[in-house]
C-alpha cells in the first residue's frame, strides 16, 4: 500500500467514526417556509476564530449566517471568536461585517478579554447572532457580557411571561493548551491577579456565572446558558454538574436520551463538553 493511499483509507476509516453520526430526533426540515413560526431554533458553536485580518471575517460570518438562515436557526451563541474587541478598528470591523451578512435582519453582542491587541487578535471571547423577527424581541438594553469574554448575553420579551435570557459561554480547560503564550486562561489569569483574586479561571468562571444567572432568575427570567464548557456533566468534579444543581438547570439532552449521556463533541474527543441547561420551567416547551 502506498503513502497515498494509505492516508485516503484513515481518511475513510475517520468518517465511519461514531463521532460523524447524527444525534437525537431526525434533523429538522430547511425549508424555512415549512417551519413553524412558533418554534424559535437556539444553537451553539464554536467557532474557532473570526480572523480578522483582510476579507476572512467577513467570509467566514457569512458561511456562519447562512447555515442559520438555512437550518433555520434564529439564537446562535458563539464561543471562541478570537477577535480582541478592545481595538476600536476591529469592533468596528465585525459590526460592519455582521451587518453586511444580513442587513437590517441581524443583530450581535460579542465580548472579550479587555487587552489591546494591534492585530486585533485575541484568543477566547464569546457572541451571539441574532437573526430575522427575534431581533425584535431583544428586550431594550438587553445586550450585555463578561469583562473577560467568558459570556455574551441577550434578553427577550415573552408575551404575558418573564423575559428568557440567553448566555453563550466559554470555558477555559483546567490548565493552558500552552505553557507559554497568551491563552484565554492566561488571559484570565491576568485579569483575575489584577482584582486580587487568587481562585483557578475556572472555578472564577463558574463562581461569576453563579452570580450572574441567580441575578436574572431572582427577576424571574427563564435562563437557557449553552456553549463550550470543556467539561463534562458526567465528570469528576464536573463543573457543569455543579452549576446545574446550584442553579436548579436541567441539561434537556440527558432528559430527552436519558441512556445516550456521553459521546465526543470533537473527532478526537471523548466527551460531550459542549452542553446546554435551561430552566425547569422551559422544558415543556423543548420540541
Given at each position: ?243 446545574s444543581t446550584t442553579l436548579n438547570l ?18 478526537h474527543g471523548q466527551h460531550r463538553i ?14
Amino acid at each position: 500500500m502506498n503513502t497515498k493511499q494509505k492516508r485516503l483509507d484513515e481518511v475513510s476509516l475517520s468518517y465511519d467514526s461514531p463521532f460523524f453520526e447524527w444525534k437525537g430526533e431526525p434533523q429538522p426540515p430547511s425549508d424555512n417556509a415549512n417551519s413553524s413560526c412558533s418554534t424559535t431554533t437556539i444553537a451553539f458553536q464554536n467557532v474557532h476564530g473570526l480572523h480578522p485580518r483582510g476579507p476572512h471575517a467577513s467570509d467566514k460570518l457569512h458561511e456562519i449566517v447562512n447555515t442559520m438562515v438555512h437550518h433555520n436557526i434564529q439564537v446562535l451563541g458563539i464561543s471562541e471568536h478570537n477577535i480582541g474587541l478592545a481595538n476600536p478598528t476591529w469592533k468596528q470591523r465585525l459590526y460592519e461585517s455582521v451587518q453586511q451578512a444580513r442587513p437590517r435582519r441581524i443583530t450581535h453582542q460579542f465580548n472579550s478579554g479587555p487587552e489591546f491587541d494591534s492585530s486585533g487578535r485575541l484568543v477566547g471571547g464569546t457572541g451571539i447572532l441574532v437573526i430575522n423577527e427575534m431581533t425584535g424581541r431583544i428586550e431594550p438594553q438587553g445586550n450585555e457580557g463578561d469583562a473577560m469574554g467568558r459570556w455574551s448575553t441577550m434578553h427577550f420579551r415573552r408575551q404575558q411571561l418573564p423575559p428568557i435570557t440567553i448566555i453563550a459561554i466559554y470555558q477555559v480547560c483546567q490548565s493552558p493548551s500552552n505553557a507559554i503564550g497568551n491563552t484565554s486562561w492566561h488571559q484570565q489569569r491576568r485579569y483575575l491577579d489584577l482584582h486580587s483574586r487568587p481562585e483557578h479561571p475556572r472555578q472564577a468562571f463558574i463562581k461569576d456565572l453563579t452570580t450572574e444567572v441567580t441575578k436574572w432568575k431572582d427577576k424571574k427570567h427563564s435562563i437557557v446558558i449553552g456553549g463550550d464548557w470543556n467539561d463534562w456533566i458526567g465528570s469528576r468534579k464536573s463543573s457543569v454538574l455543579h452549576l446545574s444543581t446550584t442553579l436548579n438547570l436541567v441539561d434537556p439532552w440527558l432528559i430527552r436520551h436519558p441512556i445516550d449521556n456521553d459521546f465526543p463533541m470533537y473527532e478526537h474527543g471523548q466527551h460531550r463538553i459542549d452542553s446546554i441547561l435551561i430552566s425547569q420551567d422551559l422544558l415543556p416547551a423543548v420540541a
